[in-house]
């Protein structure tokens, strides 16, 4: 079923700020047809456990919220009761990696279903290696980061994550208060080829409006070293460069580094995706202005819930969960938070769609601890 494009504000108003975490989403219930149907063991049948595995694009404390919500998932679902187990698995942070996990998934008898974080959306070979898995009857799709939608849908049967496009724009419209009068932006990501490094770096622009100039777009194939030089290359290279666009959660601890290195601070406005818990701490010593915040947890709980759902043949559960807002694509939104210092932050008050509240991060602090997480 295809439905027409929404605005971004009713795009926002569909997932932002969902605090509760590992919870049914409450996303319009349209959905396209399921694919083939994977086996699982009946519950209590003399089968041997199959598992459900989510792939990781890379390791980053990032993930350590999704494995929680992945843990959570296996005893609030009771997948013991179905013959279920779900794990979490890191990859080397290449797509030689994710391509060779895949190929031993589709080797071994005892997978049920697979979850990846796409480190590369146009990776032909990743896309075929999931084909294949959905031949041999696996349960297949993506978390966090898709496959490009127009030519690898059906390599997967829903993507569960951040409306990323919808999270760039907002980023770019809190740099635009942080710096009325626009200015010169660098953007950091591991991979500028993932989907949701390309979708954030082109809703940032569009949110931050024409008054700011993108200067870069550096990649640094998840080496953490390479991540700091680029961004002290990006200071060396643009003397008039006045923000620093973090885009995948490690990029914010790599800026923050630099930018007390060099003494800088006053010079650049640091805004950044995610919360691994430097960049919280970092927030809280005045280095970090905003951080749009992720919900890894939720995209480990209910990309599990789905998988489960899609083995067992659970339409109704399917159709719950997934909404085809984002041009025709099966997707589950996750959501976002916006989180700034404090209220005396220009962003505290700022009006970014509707239904999109800014959080202090004391407040944000508060949830995190109320499911038991050091970052997001």
């Not at 992945?70 to 279920?84: M, P, S, W, Y």
Request: net charge negative.
């Amino acid at each position: 079923m295809m439905l027409r494009p929404l605005r971004l504000s009713s795009l926002l108003c569909l997932g932002v700020l969902t605090f509760a975490a590992g919870c049914a989403s409450e996303i319009p219930k349209e959905v396209a047809k399921s694919p083939d149907k994977a086996a699982v063991p009946e519950a209590g049948s003399a089968k041997a456990t199959r598992r459900i595995i989510i792939l990781t694009n890379g390791n980053s404390p990032y993930w350590d919220a999704c494995r929680a919500g992945v843990q959570d998932a296996n005893t609030q679902l009771k997948l013991a009761d179905a013959g279920l187990v779900a794990e979490m698995e890191v990859n080397d942070g290449t797509p030689q990696g994710q391509i060779d996990k895949l190929r031993q998934y589709g080797s071994q008898s005892d997978i049920a279903a697979v979850g990846v974080s796409a480190i590369d959306a146009s990776n032909a070979a990743v896309a075929d290696e999931l084909r294949n898995l959905q031949k041999k009857r696996l349960a297949v799709i993506t978390i966090d980061s898709d496959l490009d939608r127009e030519k690898f849908r059906d390599a997967r049967r829903a993507f569960v994550g951040t409306d990323n496009l919808a999270g760039g724009k907002v980023l770019g419209m809190c740099a635009a208060a942080l710096k009325p009068d626009g200015g010169e932006y660098v953007t950091f990501v591991g991979r500028t080829g993932a989907q949701n490094a390309m979708e954030r770096i082109g809703g940032f622009g569009e949110g931050a409006g024409p008054k700011f100039a993108a200067k870069d777009s550096m990649g640094d194939d998840l080496d953490r070293t390479r991540a700091k030089d680029n961004v002290r290359n990006a200071i060396g290279n643009h003397p008039q460069l006045n923000t620093l666009v973090g885009i995948w959660s490690y990029n914010a601890p790599a800026i923050v580094d630099v930018v007390r290195e060099l003494k800088a601070r006053e010079k650049y406005s640091i805004v950044v995706f995610d919360a691994e818990p430097s960049t919280i701490q970092a927030m809280a010593d005045g280095d970090v202005d905003v951080m749009v915040v992720q919900d890894p947890y939720r995209m480990g709980f209910d990309g599990v819930k789905l998988l489960k759902a899609i083995i067992q043949n659970d339409d109704a559960t399917q159709n719950a969960l997934i909404s085809e807002f984002v041009k025709g694509m099966d997707v589950l939104d996750t959501g976002l938070k916006v989180v700034v210092p404090n209220d005396a932050s220009p962003i505290a008050k700022l009006k970014l769609g509707e239904g999109v509240k800014v959080h202090t991060l004391s407040d944000f602090k508060a949830w995190l601890e109320k499911y038991g997480l050091a970052g997001s």
